[in-house]
Nanobody, 118 residues
């Protein structure tokens, strides 16, 4: 199993920056991709960014050019650098992994709140 702990959320003014961290533990060798998703009140969960085990990345159109996903393999940590934040970026941000073991599974963190004030 993979356990995930997110950190780095908080309150920031529009135009500011935050960096979220997702630290993985457990069966980290089974992780084939890590994603950040977000859910705002009253809205569906939205996939924000993904980084694969090969290092390839994908972003939602709404965050392209503003957010960067990266990882530190030595620390088993994935980061989401968020810049030029907008009030619409306000949400709970969740880290999740796609794991390949005897079966395919997903692991989710507990979420971290990001609030962008106008």
């Amino acid at each position: 199993q993979v356990q995930l702990v997110e950190s780095g959320g908080g309150l920031v003014q529009a135009g500011g920056s935050l960096r979220l961290s997702c630290a993985a533990s457990g069966s980290t060798s089974s992780i084939i991709a890590t994603s950040w998703s977000r859910q705002a009140p009253g809205k569906q969960r939205e996939l924000v960014a993904t980084i694969s085990s090969s290092g390839s990345t994908n972003y939602a159109d709404s965050v392209k050019g503003r957010f960067t996903i990266s990882r530190d393999n030595a620390k088993n940590t994935v980061y989401l650098q968020m810049s030029s934040l907008k009030p619409d970026d306000t949400a709970v941000y969740y880290c999740n992994t796609l794991n390949l073991g005897s079966t395919t599974s997903r692991s989710w963190g507990q979420g971290t709140q990001v609030t962008v004030s106008s």
